[in-house]
């Protein structure tokens, strides 16, 4: 069973810095992608930022330049490097994994539970 576990989220002041983190457990055969999303009260669930297989990275456009994801393969673990935060980016921030499972081969997306943002302005 794959699980995916987020932290990092809290309260912060307009200008702020949090880093959230997204740690993956159970047994995958291939992860093709892992993204960071974000719903806000009364919106829809948005991509934040992706980052794929070969490295590379896409953001939405509300958050290039302050925003910045990363992983370490060794501890299964994601990032999201928040800066320059502002009130719009409240939201909770959930961690998803793309990836290739067996038993029988076959592409799975997971999600974590979430963390709340909040930025005060």
């Known amino acids: 069973q794959v699980q995916l576990v987020e932290s990092g989220g809290g309260l912060v002041q307009a200008g702020g810095s949090l880093r959230l983190s997204c740690a993956v457990s159970?047994?995958?055969?291939?992860?093709?992608?892992m993204g960071w999303y974000r719903q806000a009260p009364g919106k829809q669930r948005e991509l934040v930022a992706a980052i794929i297989s070969d490295g590379s990275t896409n953001y939405a456009d509300s958050v290039k330049g302050r925003f910045t994801i990363s992983r370490d393969n060794a501890k299964n673990t994601v990032y999201l490097e928040m800066n320059s935060l502002k009130p719009e980016d409240t939201a909770v921030y959930y961690c998803?994994?793309?990836?290739?499972?067996?038993?029988?081969?076959?592409?799975?997306?997971?999600w974590g539970q979430g963390t709340q943002v909040t930025v005060s302005s």
């Open positions: 998803k994994l793309r990836g290739l499972v067996t038993g029988p081969l076959r592409t799975n997306d997971y």
């Open positions: 159970g047994s995958i055969f291939r992860i093709n992608n």
